[in-house]
C-alpha cells in the first residue's frame, strides 16, 4: 500500500465510468483509503467484471495519541484530497463510504462509543465534517461490520443468505449480514463476537473491562500472546511478544505453544458454535491475522466449533475470508451503494 503524501498519492487509476466509491477504513493504527468500484449486474460496461477493483490504495497514520478531533481533521482533508485526485482523473465518485473503529451510528454520523486506543473519538461528528468539504453522500459503518459486509458480497460468504464474519485479529469482532444487509441489533452492537463467555478467558482482562471470563482476551493475536505468557510464567519459559511468536513455535514443536493454540482455537470454536447455533447462518467467515495460525488452529477451531455447534448448525460451512484488507473499504462501498439506492 502506498503511503500517502500531503501533495497527493501516487497516480495509478486506470479503467473508470462503473460508479465509484471513495472508501476509508479508519483503525487504531492507519486510515487506509482507495477508489472502489462494485461490479453492476445492470451495467451496461463490459469492463466492470463480476469482482470488486480496489484502486489507488494508499493510507496516513492514524495517529491516535492527537486525540479525535485531529484524527477527524486530517480525514475530511484526506478525503479533500482524494476527491480531488478523482475529478483530475475523469473519475465519477459517486458516495463516500467509511469504515470507522469504534461503534459509529450510521443514521447520524456520530461516533457513539469508542475505546481508549483512540482517545477523543467517541461524540466526533463525521457526517457533519465531510458536508464541509463534499456534496457527496456519506455513509459509515463499524469497520467489523464492513468488512463482513465485503466477506459476504464479494468475498467467502458471496451467494449465501445469511453471513456469519468473525474477525481474529489485536481483537476480536465480528458481523452479522442478512441478504447484504448489516444486522446492528438495537444499540449498534450486534456482531461483538469476542465478548461472549468462554471459561478458558476467566480471570484474563478483556478490553471490555471484565475478568469474568470473555474470549477476546485469550484468542485473539493479543491473547494468544497473553495465554501464552500466562502458562510460561507457571513453566519458567521464554515469553514472547505477539501471537505469531506462538504460532512460530507451536510450529516449530514447542509442547507448550501446541498446548497454547489448541486451547485457544477450540474455545473460540466452541463460542462460534454457540453463536452459530443462535443465528443459524448460512455460511461462517473467519478472518484476521491470527487465522495465518496454521493447520493446528484451524483444526481445533473446527473441533470446537463441531463440538457446540448443533447438527444442522454444523452443516454450515467454517471457511477462511478472501478479501484480506481491502475488505473492509469493500465492504464500506457496499454499504453507501446501499445507502444511496435506498435514498
Ligand atoms: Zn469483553
Not at 477504513?25 to 469492463?47: C, M, Q, R, W
Not at 477527524?72 to 482524494?82: D, G, I, K, M
Not at 455447534?309 to 478479501?323: I, K, T
Request: hydrophobic share 40%; with cysteine.
Amino acid at each position: 500500500m502506498t503511503p500517502c503524501s500531503p501533495e497527493g498519492p501516487a497516480r495509478e487509476r486506470g479503467r473508470r465510468g462503473c460508479g465509484d466509491v471513495s472508501a476509508f477504513d479508519i483503525g487504531g493504527t492507519k486510515i487506509a483509503s482507495g477508489f472502489v468500484t462494485l461490479p453492476d449486474e445492470n451495467s451496461a460496461h463490459a469492463d466492470c467484471g463480476r469482482k470488486p477493483r480496489v484502486e489507488a490504495q494508499c493510507e496516513i497514520p492514524t495517529e491516535a495519541s492527537r486525540g479525535g478531533d485531529d484524527i477527524r481533521e486530517r480525514l475530511t482533508a484526506f478525503a479533500s484530497r482524494q476527491l480531488a485526485r478523482a475529478r483530475d482523473e475523469g473519475a465519477v465518485i459517486r458516495g463516500i463510504g467509511i469504515a470507522a473503529a469504534g461503534v459509529p451510528d450510521s443514521r447520524t454520523g456520530v461516533i457513539v462509543s469508542a475505546t481508549d486506543i483512540l482517545p477523543g473519538w467517541r461524540g466526533q461528528r463525521i457526517y457533519d465534517a465531510f458536508a464541509k468539504v463534499t456534496d457527496l453522500p456519506v455513509h459509515m459503518v463499524g469497520d467489523v461490520g464492513a468488512h463482513g459486509l465485503g466477506e459476504a458480497g464479494y468475498g467467502a460468504g458471496r451467494g449465501h443468505g445469511i453471513v456469519l464474519s468473525i474477525g481474529v485479529g489485536t481483537g476480536i469482532g465480528g458481523a452479522i449480514v442478512v441478504d447484504g444487509t448489516l444486522f446492528s441489533g438495537a444499540h449498534g452492537v450486534a456482531g461483538h463476537a469476542g465478548h461472549v463467555p468462554s471459561g478458558l478467558g476467566r480471570g484474563f482482562l478483556c478490553s471490555c473491562g471484565t475478568r469474568e471470563g470473555h474470549i477476546e482476551p485469550v484468542a485473539s493475536g493479543t491473547g494468544l500472546k497473553d495465554l501464552y505468557n500466562a502458562r510460561c510464567d507457571a513453566e519458567e519459559g521464554e515469553p514472547v511478544a505477539d501471537g505469531s511468536q506462538v504460532a512460530a513455535r507451536a510450529a516449530a514443536g514447542e509442547p507448550l505453544a501446541v498446548g497454547v493454540i489448541e486451547d485457544s482455537a477450540r474455545a473460540l470454536g466452541e463460542c462460534i458454535g454457540g453463536m452459530g447455533n443462535l443465528i443459524d447462518p448460512d455460511v461462517i467467515v473467519v478472518s484476521g491475522s491470527v487465522v495465518k495460525a496454521g493447520p493446528l488452529w484451524w483444526n481445533a477451531l473446527r473441533a470446537g466449533f463441531e463440538d457446540s455447534a448443533l447438527q444442522l448448525v454444523r452443516s454450515a460451512p467454517l471457511v477462511e475470508g478472501e478479501l484480506g484488507g481491502a475488505a473492509p473499504l469493500i465492504g464500506a462501498a457496499v454499504a453507501v451503494r446501499r445507502h444511496v439506492a435506498q435514498g
